[in-house]
């Protein structure tokens, strides 16, 4: 890539297109970019000595177009003004997907991929590789606990990235071992059906040229590959790589070299335990001893946002998850469900995307009636124009729970503060959107509930 002075960034708020501005400012590039609202992300950036604007305004953005690299989110509008003059206008323009592609080139690169579960394995594989002292670069699709980041900056050549399928993002990425969570339907928007989804995620492992680690069950063959494949599960001796459930959330991890006994992932949940299986399956691929991936799984402190205990007290817990999808949310339901069975469970879910809303309604209702008590909130737009007849009235009207609500977010604190519990209650925030900013006074009203 031809060297640029300045970067600037559209969408610089974004969970991908920030690790990419963190990395190129940490290079000693001049780095800017626009976003539409201030957000703690925006905030951490503008402390590191980026220069964020929030108006669509084409005076911020550099005036030497020769020395100026334009990155952009496909989650902007097509006719956003500043898009529109920097293409009208002779910079060199490309998406995110294609930046990091182009930061990959000739290193060795660990990459995840999946329709859900990539965000929590990539971290892991980036801990596993940290805490072992191999080190690595890693850009991810959340923010690290154990290092309040979504970017890790290594000299070496190992760059761990989180491949997303939106927008055929992954398929800039040509990775020497990649693992693939899963393949279900989503971003149908995008993809239009389920056979364009395989199609791509076949793709995405045709590119990766030493071992392709699989969820047992995923239609990946050698047709689709030259890599070696593998397979990881939860529980599945016909697996290569699996955890043996022990007793609590302690299991063995059983790989082709032999047996790690006695692990235990950081975070709680079995859906945690599959993570860290398929990310010590990239580490044992590639070679790391597997006493120190031992060690380090058990001390990953988990993601923002990713199965995030907020409160747990005297009866009350409360986790924060991004789960968008239905089998996200079905998996973080019971996950947390294997963890406390006796609990009333209360989930607080924003639907995100008029089209996922409309796509996948039923199964949505499906998942959302294993809770005891659902508080349903309006469909959060994103990027997308409402479509008539879609609101999330048409999963709320088949959900089965023992109790239902649907409501504005506006109103959700006062409902919460109004409820009567039972001492033995869980609750769970579930959605991509802006529903994280309601976490911090959520806590503080359940937190209070206890202190009565």
């Known amino acids: 890539m031809k060297t640029y002075s300045n970067i600037y960034f559209i969408g610089i708020g974004g969970i ?11 290079k000693g590039y001049k780095v800017s970019g626009y976003d539409r609202t201030p957000s703690p992300l925006t905030k951490a950036l503008e402390s590191e000595g980026i220069e964020i604007h929030y108006e669509d305004d084409t005076a911020y953005i550099p005036k030497d177009t020769d020395n100026t690299l334009v990155v952009y989110t496909p989650a902007i509008p097509k006719n956003m003004g500043e898009l529109v003059f920097v293409q009208e206008n002779g910079y060199r323009v490309i998406k995110r997907s294609r930046m990091l592609g182009e930061i990959a080139q000739g290193q060795r ?34 923010i690290s606990k154990n290092y309040d980041s ?13 491949a997303d399928e939106f927008d055929r993002s992954f398929l800039q990425l040509f ?26 995620f076949k793709a995405f492992a045709s590119q990766v040229s030493g071992t392709v680690i699989v969820k047992y069950g995923l239609d990946i063959t050698s047709e689709d590959t030259k890599a070696k494949i593998a397979t990881y599960a939860y529980d599945n001796p016909s697996a290569d790589f699996y955890a043996e459930p022990l007793e609590g959330e302690h299991f063995n991890l059983h790989y082709p070299g032999g047996v790690i006994e006695d692990c235990v992932v950081g975070i709680p949940g079995w859906v945690n335990i599959e993570n860290g299986t398929g990310a010590a399956a990239i580490a044992l691929t590639y070679g790391i001893d597997p006493l120190k991936i031992k060690k380090a799984l058990a001390s990953f402190s988990g993601v923002k946002r990713r199965f995030d205990k907020q409160l747990e007290k005297d009866g009350i817990i409360y986790i924060d998850d991004y ?10 339901i019971s996950s947390i469900k294997g963890r406390y069975p006796d609990h009333k469970f209360t989930a607080i ?19 959302l009636s294993q809770v005891d008590r659902l508080i349903l909130l309006d469909i959060y737009p994103a990027r997308e124009e409402p479509i008539p007849g879609v609101t999330s009235e048409i999963i709320f009207k088949d959900v089965t729970a023992p109790e239902k609500n649907l409501m504005k977010k506006e109103e959700l604190i006062g409902f919460v503060e109004g409820l009567e519990l039972t001492g033995k209650d869980v609750f769970i925030t579930l959605g991509a959107g802006d529903i994280d900013r309601l976490t911090g006074p959520l806590a503080e009203i359940l937190k209070k509930k206890t202190d009565r």
């Open 16 to 26: 991908g297109m920030s690790a990419i501005a963190r990395y190129y400012n940490a």
């Open 109 to 142: 690169c660990m990459a995840v991929a999946g329709t859900h579960g990539k965000t929590t394995t990539s971290t892991l594989v980036s801990h596993l590789f940290t805490d072992s002292g191999e080190g690595c670069s890693a850009f991810l699709g959340g």
């Open 150 to 162: 979504n970017l890790l900056i290594n000299e070496n050549n190992v760059i761990v990235a989180e």
């Open 175 to 200: 990775p020497e071992i990649a693992v693939i969570t899963s393949m279900d339907p989503d971003h149908l928007d995008i993809y239009g059906d389920e056979a364009h989804i395989r199609e791509a």
């Open 323 to 332: 789960a968008h999808h239905p089998n996200e949310i079905s998996a973080a």
């Open 349 to 367: 879910f924003q639907p995100h995307l008029y089209t996922r809303t409309r796509d996948f309604a039923e199964e949505f209702a499906i998942a």
